[in-house]
């Protein structure tokens, strides 16, 4: 394989205006038929086979008005008043402006409404208008139109206020501006050039752009959900700025050995091309996994991001040796320039050679600090909790989160979240003793909402909100047997409604997860056997990342789910994870954490194949690999953790278990527990049963195969430096 992408980087360099050019190429088709042929993303949330979406369609044709699309205006009073005649008119004059509005099929007056469909609160102060559309999303115009009927119906004694369902509120990551300023400036802390700082961003930035545009072209012919595309910005940018990085940083320093440019850039790709290539293959397989699980916007996640990851390891094997190329030396700082074949005389000891001196000095107590920080962190998952975005997780000052509020001070917490159970084989005598049966513990009230030959629909509204456990509890319990309710056998239930459907998709992500990380593991532990020719330190790679993964979810349970340092974080509210979170959580950091794996671990495998004994591999891979694994986790922190502090909604929580994720696994796992048990395991690490060495294909991820024309790098100094300051 080293020869195969030496061979490629080679090309590359030598003809990088015919490379540079066809990617250029690449990337104005698909910008182009992306602007030209895409088509709007579905926001919709759904998954084949679940009994609460399928009830939930029925009930849609059986009972239009009650499973039909919309949302509420809520209006409301100032505290401690009640709503005026005057107020009355104004809403009767709203009312009229929203049943005009375009997608809007009625609005509903409570003030003129039947009793029974009065949605006035007890003590007079608040309101809604039901409004119901055509579409199940509301459409531009539509929004427009609520809007302005909204804003034309506020008074100084009148608050107005609409749910998602009317005017979604949007809201996304923070400005990636500032996460490329962070990239930016690291690389240039870490390389010292302006030039080549800037060469990572350009190549990573540059096959986001194509893949992610292809990725929305791609719409013209498939049904894409708004999440297929996320993972893969993520991703493509994360790998993207790791695989240039590493190749950028392996060619600085052939130079610095005195070796060509061209034959550097060669070498360059075949080692380091090497390492980037199966941790893009290890990356690639693992999304494309999530097809498996059998989860329609899950599989479109998955793909698309294989894809992006894909897009991103081809343009470091051909478009980064093409931007070397030209660049020649000035990818070098002028000072680094002068010191050119120099390098072994002027070597001196750096942070990363003290750093792992000092663990493998005390392997045993830093792999049990280690483990013992990441198990903390991990301890809060036992109380993991998912569930889908409403109105009452939005950030506070949004018009939604105003409406569920209200609402939830003028009717209860379960106005916001009503629950519809679909009686099956009954006729209307059954409705009182049905009624009667389904108002169970938690439950405020229940109402008959329509019969339908032998179907009656009943909305049962709980005491808690959508995303609160007891709500949870009560469907589960409504979900039990007729005769545990005291039905007769016959009569069916159906539980549905968005927030028994968002119960249940919520589920079944959950169900999928321990099979998928097993799914990831288990590959990851197999390409690594076949890279590193070895039986341990693939099961350390996997169970590391697992703890990695378990530190990340942990902390973030702690903080948005139970509000712990929530005031730094500006958590309001807390409450239970994004639903597909612990997904995307295991794709990203999986993809960042193998990265970082194979940048350390190639480097000591490297030094082992040139004949430095286990110790000094250890420490000199280390030492070599450590400061551009630290640049990429610093990276990835930064433009992470920008989002933690800044992001809203949904967002936040999702950037904020990324930047843990990448700074447990970069600096407690990589930097610290891979040294120390590298060094517990001894030449043990490198052992490999011979029947299985010899079935097993030959990676090479070291190069050993390459026709190196200049000497080995001078790493051999650094080696005896390392192990004459052990002992």
């Not at 005491?463 to 309710?485: I, M, Y």
């Not at 082992?608 to 070599?624: E, H, K, L, M």
Request: hydrophobic fraction near 50%; charged fraction near 15%.
């Amino acid at each position: 394989m080293a020869s195969l992408l030496a061979r490629i980087g080679g090309f590359s360099a030598q003809h990088r205006w015919w490379v540079i050019g066809a990617w250029l190429v690449m990337l104005i088709v698909a910008a182009g038929s992306a602007a030209s042929f895409s088509k709007p993303l579905d926001s919709t949330f759904s998954i084949k086979g679940l009994q609460s979406i399928d009830t939930l369609t029925s009930v849609g044709h059986e009972f239009p008005k009650t499973g039909g699309n919309g949302g509420d205006v809520v209006f409301a009073a100032p505290k401690g008043q009640e709503l005026t005649a005057a107020d009355q008119k104004t809403v009767a004059t709203l009312s009229t402006r929203l049943a005009d509005v375009t997608g809007v099929t009625s609005a509903t007056d409570p003030f003129t409404a039947p009793a029974a469909e009065r949605t006035l609160s007890p003590d007079g102060r608040i309101g809604y208008v039901s409004v119901s559309i055509t579409a199940s999303d509301p459409s531009n115009a539509t929004i427009a139109g609520v809007q302005k009927a909204m804003t034309a119906a506020e008074t100084s004694h009148l608050q107005v206020e609409a749910s998602s369902g009317l005017v979604p509120d949007s809201y996304g990551a923070s400005s990636q501006l500032v996460g490329i300023v962070i990239a930016f400036v690291v690389l240039l802390i870490t390389f010292g050039s302006f030039l080549a700082a800037g060469l990572p961003l350009l190549t990573a930035l540059f096959g986001l752009g194509t893949s992610v545009a292809a990725i929305y072209a791609s719409s013209a012919f498939v049904d894409l959900n708004s999440t297929a595309p996320l993972l893969a910005i993520l991703l493509a940018l994360a790998v993207g700025l790791d695989y240039a990085l590493f190749i950028v940083n392996r060619h600085r320093r052939n130079l610095l050995s005195g070796m060509g440019v061209q034959e550097s850039i060669r070498l360059a790709a075949g080692t380091a091309g090497s390492a980037v290539f199966f941790a893009g293959a290890t990356v690639i397989v693992a999304l494309a996994g999530l097809s498996v699980v059998g989860v329609g916007f899950l599989s479109q996640m998955g793909l698309s991001a294989a894809f992006g990851v894909f897009v991103a390891l081809l343009v470091s094997l051909t478009f980064t040796p093409a931007i070397l190329s030209i660049s020649g030396t000035k990818v070098l700082s002028r000072r680094a320039r002068g010191r050119i074949g120099q390098t072994a005389a002027t070597l001196r000891r750096t942070p990363a050679s003290r750093w792992v001196a000092l663990v493998t000095r005390r392997p045993v107590v830093f792999t049990v600090a280690a483990v013992a920080v990441l198990a903390i962190l991990a301890v809060p998952v036992a109380g993991l909790r998912l569930g889908l975005p409403n109105d009452g997780t939005d950030p506070s000052g949004t018009t939604t989160r105003a409406a569920y509020d209200l609402t939830t001070e003028g009717f209860g917490a379960g106005f916001n979240g009503p629950i519809l159970v679909l009686a099956q084989h009954v006729d209307a005598a059954d409705v009182p003793g049905l009624m009667k049966a389904l108002d169970v513990h938690d439950v405020v009230r229940v109402v008959p909402s329509g019969l339908h030959g032998t179907d009656a629909l009943f909305t049962v509204i709980p005491k808690t909100g959508p995303s609160d456990a007891a709500t949870e509890t009560l469907v589960h319990a409504l979900r039990g047997s007729s005769e545990s309710l005291g039905l007769p056998a016959t009569v069916s239930l159906q539980v549905t409604g968005e927030t028994a459907v968002a119960i249940d998709i919520s589920q079944r992500l959950l169900d999928a997860l321990p099979f998928y990380l097993a799914l990831v593991a288990g590959f990851a532990f197999l390409l690594l056997m076949v890279v590193f020719r070895s039986l341990l330190i693939p099961l350390k790679a996997t169970l590391s990342f697992l703890l990695s993964f378990g530190a990340s979810l942990g902390a973030t349970v702690a903080v948005f789910q139970w509000g712990w340092l929530g005031t730094l974080f500006h958590v309001d509210p807390a409450a239970p994870l994004l639903s597909f979170l612990p997904i995307l959580l295991v794709g990203v950091l999986f993809g960042l954490s193998m990265d970082y794996e194979m940048f350390l671990v190639s480097g000591m495998r490297e030094r082992r194949a040139q004949g430095d004994t286990s110790p000094v591999a250890v420490s000199t891979g280390f030492a070599n690999g450590a400061k551009v694994v630290a640049a990429a986790a610093l990276i990835m922190i930064g433009v992470f953790g920008n989002g933690a502090i800044a992001g809203r909604g949904t967002i936040q929580p999702l950037a904020f278990a990324l930047a843990v994720g990448v700074l447990v696994d970069a600096f407690v796992v990589r930097m610290t527990l891979v040294p120390a048990v590298m060094r517990l395991f001894g030449d043990g690490a490198w052992w490999l049963p011979r029947w299985l060495d010899r079935i097993l294909p030959d990676a090479d991820i070291e190069g050993a195969g390459l026709d190196r024309k200049t000497a080995a790098l001078p790493a051999a100094s650094h080696s005896e430096e390392l192990a004459t300051s052990r002992a």
